[in-house]
C-alpha cells in the first residue's frame, strides 16, 4: 500500500473508509424513525424499540462523523505507530517468517497479511529495525519475533 495523498491514507485505506461511510450512512437512513412514529403512542415495547433506534442513530452520526474526518483530515499520525503502507518482515518464535503490510484502517476484507498499526504487535515495531528482537503480548502470553525487513512506505 503505498501512501499517495497529502493525509496520510493509501488508497485501500481510503477504500475501506469510504466503504464503511457507505453502509454506516444505509444504516443511519433504515434508522429514523418512520411515519407516524414520532408520537407518543405504544406500550412499552413500542417505546423500548424507539429508544434503542435512537441511541443506535446517535452512535452511528458519531462514527459518520469520525469516518469523515479521517477522509478528509487522515488519520491521527504521531510517532507512536508505524505509518499506513510499511511493509515489515518478522520471523516468529517458531521460525515462521511472515511479511506483513500495516494498516491505519483494518477492512472488512483484510486477510492475515495485515498489520494494524495500533495492534500489541503493530507497537511493538515502532522504531524497531531488522535485526532487532522485539516482544508484545498476544491473548496465549507475552512473546517474541525477530525483526527481518522494515520498509517505511514510499
Known sequence: MVTTSKNGLGPEARRQLEAELA???????E?????GESGRGGDAADQADLLERAE??????????EVVAM??????????VLPDGTTVTIRFADGDEDTLHVVAVPGDDADNSVLTSDSPLGLALVGAKAGDEISYRTPGGK?????VALSPPS
Do not use: F, M, Y
Not at 31 to 35: S, T, V
Not at 143 to 147: E, G, M
Open 56 to 65: 443506535t442513530a446517535s452512535w452511528l452520526d458519531r462514527r459518520i462523523a
Open 143 to 147: 512473546t517474541t519475533a525477530t525483526v
Open 31 to 35: 434508522a429514523n424513525p418512520r411515519p
Open 23 to 29: 453502509k454506516l450512512k444505509q444504516r443511519r437512513e
Open 71 to 80: 477522509l478528509e483530515h487522515g488519520v491521527p499520525s504521531n510517532s507512536s
